[in-house]
């Protein structure tokens, strides 16, 4: 197995919408804030190859909104999904399965583009089959009002339509097999039914976190974002994810930790922190 950190784009959101209720005096020492509030963002997807599959998991945001769209996230840095897929020398159409953790903008807006002629919407990697399950998938076609700016039909109804749609048999269980060489952690706090991946890798095990812990800032358990449906089901999940995680050593690897791509954890008086810092190619 191999495995590619894919930086798909980095952008900024609110420090407030993205710890809830903790003070930004404290929030910030480890998320510094800009002039307005944003903190540093980023969409980074990670490809995993096996004997007979290429598997992307999560596409970022894509490029497909409007101007005004983009205006409120302030995109930053040069990172595109496929620019960072061409510099792996991986060509978009040898994608097998596309694995996405949940259906928010910013985790599948890169499945979809443009046609060619910019007249409809079609599937960016037109030979993979897109994963999710069928209870996340209800749930994101039926949004609340808390999660319709998040669920896109743009994003969503050309992957059905294409027939490229296809979905994971899920249980109560935490921790799931996949068909794909890799576990998942399926947990419902932040949306319903996200899965994250858990990947053996080089002797280590990597937990792809997600929405769950976006970020090293977020490791204490009541560093919960304000986007969360299920706050206080996010602090169980948290906990149970983070304990299993020192027990059995596992790295978190961050999907959106602008400045940090993965972890080790221990124990401290204050509850669970970060160890190590890491860097993917260190591994």
């Not at 700016?149 to 048999?169: R, V």
């Not at 319903?192 to 490791?219: N, S």
């Not at 999907?255 to 669970?272: P, Q, V, Y």
Request: proline residues 5%; negative net charge; charged residues 25%.
């Amino acid at each position: 197995m191999k495995i590619y950190p894919i930086e798909s784009g980095h952008f900024k959101l609110d420090g407030g919408a993205m710890f809830g209720v903790v003070p930004k005096s404290i929030w910030n020492r480890t998320n510094p804030a800009d002039q307005n509030n944003m903190i540093d963002i980023a969409a980074r997807c990670l490809l995993v190859e096996t004997s007979d599959r290429r598997i992307l998991i999560d596409t970022g945001m894509g490029n497909k909104q409007s101007e005004k769209f983009f205006s409120y996230y302030y995109q930053w840095g040069n990172a595109t999904l496929e620019g960072s897929l061409a510099a792996f020398g991986i060509d978009p159409d040898s994608i097998t399965d596309v694995f996405l953790t949940h259906l928010h903008f910013d985790h599948c807006g890169g499945a979809v583009s443009w046609n060619k002629d910019r007249t409809a919407y079609e599937p960016t990697f037109k030979n993979a089959r897109y994963w999710t399950n069928q209870k996340h998938w209800d749930w994101a076609i039926r949004p609340n009002d808390r999660e319709k700016a998040s669920f896109l039909s743009e994003n969503l109804l050309p992957l059905e339509e294409s027939g490229q749609l296809h979905f994971l048999d899920i249980d109560d269980q935490l921790v799931q097999e996949t068909p794909f060489g890799f576990q998942m952690v399926l947990v419902d706090g932040h949306t319903e039914k996200q899965m994250l991946p858990l990947i053996e890798y080089k002797g280590e095990r990597l937990l792809y976190t997600a929405d769950l812990i976006p970020t090293v800032g977020h490791l204490p358990i009541p560093y919960v974002m304000g986007y969360d449906v299920r706050p206080l089901i996010t602090l169980k999940e948290k906990k149970e994810v983070l304990d299993l995680a020192v027990k059995n050593n596992w790295l978190l690897f961050f999907e959106h930790d602008a400045h940090h791509e993965l972890c080790s954890l221990k124990n401290t008086e204050r509850g669970i922190r970060s160890d190590k810092i890491i860097t993917f190619n260190s591994l």
